[in-house]
């Protein structure tokens, strides 16, 4: 990877540079990740890397805290088993929710950290994205933009199934 390449506070393009990106803003944060994604099968998420990185982060301190917003379930349940059973043993401080219609209309896909870093990905079919580390003002509309999104959940994705 190019370093030219990976420069904060510009559009950027390619999978592997979005990945890349991904690792670096995971890695930053230290009390809280927002995540909002359409499903997690872009973003190397089945990966042992990402299940590292995020492990990692759910390990850093007692008052990390990790919420996930996705807008379909199923490739987290189904293809990311790790991350999935993190829920059983970080349940305590990580949260998954399942948007509703409503929000199945957005085509972006975001994650902050710390209030501070964030990495957007403009379409989940394009790797256009733009991430920037300590930028407070961006991550602060985009934390209002996740409330909103988190307004328009369905439910809470469990590690055990409820019912009779």
């Not at 559009?11 to 690792?23: F, N, R």
């Not at 994604?37 to 850093?60: E, M, P, V």
Request: hydrophobic letters at 40%.
């Amino acid at each position: 990877m190019n370093d030219s390449v990976l420069t904060p506070d510009r559009v950027i393009l390619g999978e592997h540079e979005y990945i890349s990106a991904l690792d670096l803003v995971i890695a930053s944060a230290e009390e809280k990740l927002l995540i909002f994604d359409q499903d997690f099968s872009t973003g190397d998420y089945a990966s042992i890397k990402r299940y590292d990185a995020i492990k990692s982060f759910l390990n850093k301190a007692p008052t990390t805290e990790l919420i996930v917003i996705l807008q379909t379930a199923d490739f987290f349940t189904t293809q990311c088993p790790r991350l999935f059973d993190l829920l059983s043993v970080y349940g305590h401080k990580m949260t998954v929710y399942e948007t509703n219609s409503r929000a199945k209309v957005a085509k972006d896909c975001f994650i902050l950290a710390d209030n501070k870093h964030y990495i957007r990905r403009f379409h989940i079919d394009q790797a256009r994205f733009k991430f920037m580390l300590d930028d407070e003002e961006t991550t602060s509309s985009l934390a209002n933009r996740f409330d909103e999104l988190l307004q328009e959940t369905t439910h809470q994705i469990t590690v055990s199934k409820l019912g009779l």
